[in-house]
Nanobody, 110 residues
Framework: VQLQAYGGGLVQAGGSLRLSCAAS????????IDWYRQAPGKQREWVAG???????AYADSVKGRFTISRGNAKNTVNLQMNSLKPEDTAVYYC?????WGQGTLVTSPA
């Protein structure tokens, strides 16, 4: 399984951004997918997850602002990020079944 996260960029605090994770080499829909992030100088932390059945869960720090969903395109998962804060600045990664994709950088200056 190969994963690729994309959609990162620079957006002012309060703005929105949508990340996507595309997978190849496996049947994405039968696995749960998680988003993680790693801010400069900090450990990687879990952000959100979606199960194979569509159940979702979020870290307290993003609850109510981020939404994880399966994309219309096959083998994609999206992370809609609203009301971004400077503390959301990090490299974001998607992961499934122990496979990690290359991250995408999100920068949200004050």
């Amino acid at each position: 399984v190969q994963l690729q996260a994309y959609g990162g960029g620079l957006v002012q605090a309060g703005g929105s951004l949508r990340l996507s994770c595309a997978a190849s080499g496996g049947t994405f829909s039968i696995f749960g997918i998680d988003w993680y992030r790693q801010a400069p100088g900090k450990q990687r932390e879990w952000v959100a997850g979606i199960s194979s059945g569509g159940s979702t869960a979020y870290a307290d720090s993003v609850k109510g602002r981020f939404t994880i969903s399966r994309g219309n395109a096959k083998n994609t998962v999206n992370l809609q990020m609203n009301s971004l804060k400077p503390e959301d600045t990090a490299v974001y990664y998607c992961m499934t079944s122990g496979y990690w994709g290359q991250g995408t950088l999100v920068t949200s200056p004050a």
